[in-house]
C-alpha cells in the first residue's frame, strides 16, 4: 500500500511539472503573465529540486518585460536549430520521413481519445507535455523517454546559452529514468551528425525548423 501510494504521489508531482513546463515553454504571449501566476499556483504542489529548476524559470521570466520576453523566445527557439522545440527535428530534419516520425505522437493522442492540435506540430515539446500532465500520462511518459535524446541535446543547448528555459527543461528530466549511457551515446551521435536534410524531391507541404513568431499570434 506504501509503495502504491509513493507510485501515485510520483505520478501526480510528474504531471504538475510536466503541465508548468509547458506553460513556462510557451511562447509569450497576452497571456504571459497569467500563464506564469498559475505556474506559480502549480508550484505551491511541488517540491525538492523540480520545483526549485522550474522556480528558477518563473523568476528569471518574471523579470523580463513582454517584449523582451518574446525577442527572446524567437531567437532562443527559433532562430536556434540546436534548441528547437521539435523532438523529430533531430531524427527527421527536414525531410519527408518526418511527416512519418510525427504519426507516432499523432496516433498516441488518438489512442487516448483526443485529436491531434490544429494550430501546432504534434510534436512541439510544450504540446506534447500537456497531454502528458492532463490527458494520459502514461502514454506521454513514454513520448517523453522515447524522445530523450531531442531533449537532452535541447537542455544542453540552452544551458549553454544561458537560457532561463533551460531549467524547466532539466526538470522535465528529472521526471524520466535516469539517463544511461545509451542514452547519451545516443544523444552525443545526433549532435555530431545533425538533423537529416533532402534537398530534391520534397513534397509541397514540409515542416522545417520552428518558424519565427511574431506577438499576438
Same mark, same amino acid.
Given at each position: 500500500?506504501?509503495?502504491?501510494? +509513493?507510485?501515485?504521489?510520483?505520478?501526480?508531482?510528474?504531471?504538475? =511539472?510536466?503541465?508548468?513546463?509547458?506553460?513556462?515553454?510557451?511562447?509569450?504571449?497576452?497571456?504571459?503573465?497569467?500563464?506564469?501566476?498559475?505556474?506559480?499556483?502549480?508550484? !505551491?504542489?511541488?517540491?525538492?529540486?523540480?520545483?526549485?529548476?522550474?522556480?528558477?524559470?518563473?523568476?528569471?521570466?518574471?523579470?523580463?518585460?513582454?517584449?523582451?520576453? !518574446?525577442?527572446?523566445?524567437?531567437?532562443?527557439?527559433?532562430?536556434?536549430?540546436?534548441?528547437?522545440?521539435?523532438?523529430?527535428?533531430?531524427?527527421?530534419?527536414?525531410?519527408?520521413?518526418?511527416?512519418?516520425?510525427?504519426?507516432?505522437?499523432?496516433?498516441?493522442?488518438?489512442?487516448?481519445? =483526443?485529436?491531434?492540435?490544429?494550430?501546432?506540430?504534434?510534436?512541439?515539446?510544450?504540446? =506534447?507535455?500537456?497531454?502528458?500532465?492532463?490527458?494520459?500520462?502514461?502514454?506521454?511518459?513514454?513520448?517523453?523517454?522515447?524522445?530523450?535524446?531531442?531533449?537532452?541535446?535541447?537542455?544542453?543547448?540552452?544551458?549553454?546559452?544561458?537560457?532561463?528555459?533551460?531549467? !524547466?527543461?532539466? !526538470?522535465?528530466?528529472?521526471?524520466?529514468?535516469? +539517463?544511461?549511457?545509451?542514452?547519451?551515446? +545516443?544523444?552525443?551521435?545526433?549532435?555530431?551528425?545533425?538533423?537529416?536534410?533532402?534537398? =530534391?524531391?520534397?513534397?509541397?507541404?514540409?515542416?522545417?525548423?520552428?518558424?519565427?513568431?511574431?506577438?499576438?499570434?
Amino acid at each position: 500500500m506504501k509503495l502504491l501510494k +509513493r507510485q501515485r504521489e510520483s505520478t501526480l508531482e510528474h504531471r504538475l =511539472v510536466w503541465q508548468t513546463a509547458a506553460l513556462l515553454l510557451a511562447y509569450p504571449d497576452e497571456q504571459f503573465a497569467e500563464r506564469l501566476a498559475t505556474a506559480d499556483e502549480l508550484l !505551491a504542489h511541488v517540491s525538492g529540486s523540480v520545483a526549485d529548476l522550474l522556480g528558477t524559470t518563473v523568476a528569471e521570466l518574471r523579470a523580463l518585460e513582454p517584449m523582451r520576453a !518574446a525577442v527572446g523566445y524567437v531567437d532562443t527557439f527559433d532562430m536556434r536549430r540546436r534548441s528547437t522545440l521539435y523532438l523529430t527535428y533531430w531524427t527527421a530534419g527536414d525531410t519527408r520521413n518526418r511527416g512519418s516520425h510525427m504519426l507516432a505522437f499523432t496516433h498516441t493522442y488518438r489512442e487516448a481519445g =483526443v485529436s491531434p492540435p490544429e494550430r501546432e506540430a504534434p510534436d512541439y515539446l510544450p504540446v =506534447v507535455l500537456e497531454f502528458a500532465a492532463t490527458v494520459d500520462p502514461a502514454a506521454g511518459r513514454r513520448l517523453l523517454i522515447d524522445h530523450r535524446a531531442p531533449i537532452d541535446l535541447l537542455c544542453d543547448a540552452l544551458r549553454h546559452a544561458g537560457s532561463p528555459y533551460a531549467h !524547466a527543461v532539466a !526538470a522535465v528530466c528529472e521526471t524520466l529514468p535516469v +539517463r544511461t549511457d545509451r542514452d547519451a551515446q +545516443r544523444a552525443l551521435q545526433l549532435a555530431a551528425a545533425g538533423p537529416p536534410t533532402e534537398s =530534391v524531391g520534397l513534397q509541397p507541404f514540409t515542416l522545417t525548423v520552428p518558424p519565427r513568431r511574431v506577438q499576438g499570434e
